[in-house]
């Protein structure tokens, strides 16, 4: 299974659109994609999760460097839009308390 | 050189009968020599240097231009040879590689090999198997002077020998506690103090540790980000989830643990697991907690190391006994 990286980039923000699975294979591209934004000073890093079904723990790795790298260049890392399984493996591990997640805008109208 | 010489009547003698007859059998000569020419590891350089030997004793007039062409390929095969011997000495390397990680996996069994306590209080199952050679899961025990057993299940994110590494580091850390500081929650605290120190930015450990108190018939636990246990509760033959939150083990140096306690009743169990066994697979599906359980429940009134012993086969023929991650389940029953 393959995982597809979008990313535009704005001033000041960038989003990251996945669509695919993360796990051990496809995790390293998405660390290599994913940090740079967040070396960016002051940076707006949203990553949209609606289209990831499957994600293993080393995808929470790659989110976890992203995390540490924000705090160490002043930026912002935020996850939407993420589908049931993701999300429960986020509250499992306790990240759903350090890294901000919007579980809000699910479906578009609430 | 005895070789070499015998090399080049071959050589020759199959050449000749080539260019002459060019049969099928000529052909298969030569696959043959072919094969024999790696198998002694010459170079390509030197297989052509054999056909211009051959070819000059077997057509003396071979006109100047074509032993120039001839000299000209061989300066061409060289550069090959050279990738041809990185590549042997490649497959060398590698499978050294393959023998010392073999005999590391083994060292890995023996450094993190733990004993199950004796006791006649609880009756305790484990059955643990790595997806690949060297496993990222980890269960541990350990037994306090007022008789009180801790258990720890721990998953290590990472994969193969880093994460291999990184156990070791984590059962000498809890071998050292002392024993005042055996309650689930201190224990997590410290190993997070260690592991946060002492790996790298996108590695981390998720831990369920539970401590049974024969005194109070009770137990106290406390998780660090790991997948949720299940209670049993013999009265109801019904489960519940082991509920406990707390961040994963290496991620933030200051990170507070709760801790939880409840009661437990003769008969009642508790089955602790990794996500290798929640994250099982049936071709495409993922397999449900429910389904988890069913099968757990099913052998429930086996002595429990034969109960995990069960599901784990189970679980291994409904994935083609190809798992996609470590699995470790283990469980303990009360007996009194």
Known sequence: ?110 | METLNTDISNYRNLLKHYIEIRDEQSLYGAEQLSKMFIKNNVPPEEIVNLHIQALEELYPDVPEYFRHSMNFLVEIMITYGIAYQENYSLREEQSQLKSEIAVAANMQETLLATTKPETEDLDIGVVSAPANQMSGDYYHFLEGKDNSIGIAIADVIGKGIPAALCMSMIKYSMDSLPEATMSPKTILKNLNRVVERNVDAGMFITMFYIQYLPAKNKIRYASAGHEPGFYYNAETKTFEEIKAKGLVLGVSPDADYREYERTINKGDMVVLLTDGVTECKQGDRFIETEEVLEVIEQYSDLPAQEMVNKVYKHFERMQNFQFRDDFTLLVFKKEV
């Open chain 1, 1 to 110: 299974m393959d995982l597809k990286i979008d990313i535009t980039e704005g001033i000041g923000k960038s989003t990251v659109k996945l669509f695919g699975e993360i796990d051990a294979y496809t995790a390293p591209q998405l660390k290599e994609k994913l940090l740079p934004l967040t070396k960016i000073e002051r940076n707006q890093v949203e990553v949209n999760l609606e289209n990831v079904h499957y994600m293993d723990s080393t995808g929470l790795g790659v989110f976890i460097s992203a995390l540490k790298s924000t705090k160490e260049n002043n930026s912002e890392l935020r996850l939407v839009d993420l589908q049931d399984r993701v999300l429960r493996l986020f509250r499992i591990t306790g990240l759903d308390e350090i890294i901000t997640i919007d579980t809000a805008i699910r479906g578009g109208n609430n």
